[in-house]
């Protein structure tokens, strides 16, 4: 499974940004699916997931209703909606991949694909 990012850049406090990641090599529709950020200095952690039709989404406690999580199996795509951001948003952006599950995992050692990841700078 290859997955690619995009739509990272530099935002100010308060603006939005959506990141895309297609997939490639797989079955789509039966992958689980995550965002995971990574800020200098810190650990990888979990954003948002998705699981394989859509009918389950998970969000970290830090997304506080700003950010929204969502797949097009059409397009192999998964999309990060990201409201309101602010500097504490600022990290690279990575999204993975998993076989089915019957949740959407949060820990980033059931993640088996990773893509390259997309930077997201948010400037206060």
């Known amino acids: 499974v290859q997955l690619v990012e995009s739509g990272g850049g530099l935002v100010q406090a308060g603006d939005s940004l959506r990141l895309s990641c297609a997939a490639s090599?797989?079955?789509?529709?039966?992958?689980?699916m995550s965002w995971f950020r990574q800020a200098p200095g810190f650990d990888r952690e979990f954003v948002a997931g998705i699981g394989r039709i859509g009918d389950i989404v998970r969000y970290a406690e830090f997304v506080e209703g700003r950010f929204t999580v969502s797949r097009d199996n059409s397009k192999n795509t998964i999309y990060l909606q990201m409201n309101n951001l602010n500097s504490q948003d600022t990290a690279v952006y990575y999204c993975?991949?998993?076989?089915?599950?019957?949740?959407?995992?949060?820990?980033?050692?059931?993640?088996?694909?990773w893509g390259q990841g997309t930077q997201v700078t948010v400037s206060s």
């Open positions: 090599g797989s079955s789509f529709s039966n992958i689980v």
């Open positions: 993975a991949s998993r076989g089915a599950h019957e949740t959407v995992p949060t820990t980033k050692w059931e993640y088996v694909y």
